[in-house]
């Protein structure tokens, strides 16, 4: 059971590049989120998904873009990307009845 | 909207000792999850322990135990024997019970167990 799968694990990127960062879930899980770690800044909700066709922005969502065709696919793009994006970004998945989240292994990303 | 608060970056113990982690949380809500994530070297999210607020037992699992205070808004987690495996980031984490599955996190405390 992969759980959940981020790729890449890590990226470089130059300013004003695009890019997807990719995550799948093989749990049916309804719910997924993408949060991004800074440092004294714990996870910060970028955006989530409550199923398929359902999206909606968190806390820190500008620069990103994400959609959501199947349950087990929730791509994160990065439509220009700037020296602000850079982070580690965590795919996690829950389910309609949620008792805990299941992350991905993580993508650090640097915008140079 | 919800807040949770870490006011200790960094914590150290000494190998088979005891260490408390503290976490305040901000909600106007009645039913909600709180967490401890713990997030090693290998950057890896693991959940250490789950607490529903419902439930007035605090949660334990194994060397891992919490103090949850309700009406006070405080969840810590308290590590008894600690191991060297133990030294990481941990992060407190809120959840509403809504079915929305999104999680908001403390600033996390960097804990160093020493030989």
């Known amino acids: 059971n992969a759980g959940v799968t981020q790729t890449p694990k890590f990226q470089v990127l130059k300013t004003g590049q695009s890019m997807t960062l990719q995550c799948a879930q093989d749990?049916?899980?309804?719910?997924m989120s993408w949060y991004r770690q800074d440092p004294g800044m714990g996870l910060r909700l970028i955006h989530y998904s409550v199923g398929a066709g359902i999206t909606d922005q968190g806390e820190v969502p500008n620069g990103y873009n994400v959609s959501r065709s199947t349950t087990e696919d929730f791509p994160l793009r990065l439509l220009s990307a700037a020296p602000s994006q850079t982070s580690v970004y965590f795919c996690a998945s829950s389910s309609r009845a949620p008792t805990e989240a299941f992350f991905g292994q993580g993508t650090r990303l640097t915008v140079v | 909207a919800q807040t949770v608060t870490q006011s200790q970056p960094e914590m150290s113990v000494q190998e088979a000792e005891t260490v408390t982690l503290s976490c305040t949380y901000d909600?106007?809500?009645?039913?909600?999850?709180l967490f401890w994530y713990k997030q090693p070297p290998s950057r890896q999210m693991i959940l250490v322990i789950r607490?529903?607020?419902?439930?007035?037992q605090n949660a334990t699992e194994n060397r891992f135990s919490v103090n949850f205070q309700k009406a006070a808004k405080s969840f810590s987690l308290k590590i008894s024997d600690s191991q060297l495996g133990d030294t990481a980031m941990y992060f407190c984490?809120?959840?509403?019970?809504?079915?929305?599955?999104?999680?908001?996190f403390g600033q996390g405390t960097i804990l160093t167990v020493h030989p």
């Open positions: 749990m049916n899980h309804e719910y």
């Open positions: 607490q529903e607020a419902y439930k007035q």
């Open positions: 909600t106007s809500e009645n039913n909600y999850y």
């Open positions: 984490a809120f959840m509403k019970q809504r079915r929305e599955g999104k999680l908001t």
